[in-house]
């Protein structure tokens, strides 16, 4: 006797489950991921819902109620966020003042357009859309929307970005990616919404190139701390 169920729904089901081909999905998307260009893990991650019949919802693309408080909140949170790291918790954990891995972009004009659009599509897009909105959605399929399932899920999370970030960036580059994981992930776990973290993440990224640029970072470093 067959089955008059469609192909399509029977796959769907297969990649929003954790049998082999929901955990081959996720570390697919994970692997994409982890290299240097975030940008393909978050395209993946539309595949995979499209795919799976996931509504983008619940990866956190929902619409806000106002554009304009987003903005009003991302922008200086993002500004305040990376001073606040900068000035007070890197030089706590011994962080060179000067950031060698993007140093070279000191005063080159020629490189910040593309770098400016790599922010952009790997931090906002990318990152956020894999590691708060992708993970989130999957982790809290499997852990639960419990206060402690939240507080782990926060936390795997900002882990995984973490080692996202330490090949290219070194321990200092983990260690501000921990710090940063578990804000994001607090933030969307408050709001529900990719949209004012995605603009945080940009914000908070756009306001370290500013630094290195105009060479002003070790500067900051010691605004607390001399």
Known sequence: MTSNRPIADD?????RGFGPAGLLAMLVILAGSALPNALLGGVLVLVWANW??????????????????????????GIGFKLFMKAIVMPLLGADPVNPAYHYLAGNQAALPGFILTLIAVA?????????????????????SGAA????IIGLTSALFAAAHYPGQGLAGAEQAVMTGLVFGALYTVTGSLWTGMVVHVVFDFTALAMIYWNVESSVAHWVFR
């Not at 796959?11 to 990649?15: E, F, I, P, R």
């Open 11 to 15: 796959s769907g089901a297969a990649l």
């Open 52 to 77: 799976s019949g996931t509504p983008w919802r619940e990866l956190g693309y929902a619409r806000p109620r106002s554009w304009l408080r987003v903005m009003a909140l991302g922008i200086p949170l």
């Open 124 to 144: 906002g897009f990318g990152e956020e859309t894999v590691y708060r909105g992708y993970l989130f959605e999957r982790l809290g399929k499997l852990l639960g």
């Open 149 to 152: 399932a939240r507080t782990a």
